[in-house]
């Protein structure tokens, strides 16, 4: 999988990507990961995601440690999609979250105007169906 990414970055000339030999998840340490062997496109840290699958070992960080031993400001942006884990990643980001509900200059916080959506046991294709319909429901 890093391999295919890093080829597509070079031959899409990115130049702001940076790519890490890592699972983002809610521990630091070690853990394992399912790779699929019928696509190199998907592989996920939960245990039966898939049917036809190898076992690998790697390192495992939440993105409070990311951002930290990084040294960014923050997050300006982040699409997660790990095929079943995505509680994991969001609970490795509570230092973050944290600290952008607090601060002085624009905190961050959840108002009546935004639209929640829990997409957890949806398909992507029922995730944005949900999404246009909630839009759909706010703004015409």
Known sequence: IF?????NIQLNRLNNVILETAAV??????????VNRDSDASSSTLKGFRE???????PAVTLDTYVKEKGLSGIDLIKIDTEGTE?????????????????KASPMRITKEDIIIDTSNMTTEETVEKMLTEYKKKFD
């Open 87 to 103: 509680p994991d990643v969001l609970k490795g980001m509570e230092v973050r979250d944290e600290k952008d509900s607090t601060r």
């Open 25 to 34: 998840t809610r521990t630091n340490g070690q853990i394992l990961l399912y």
């Open 3 to 7: 391999d295919k990414l890093t080829s």
């Open 52 to 58: 036809n699958v190898f076992e690998t070992m790697v």
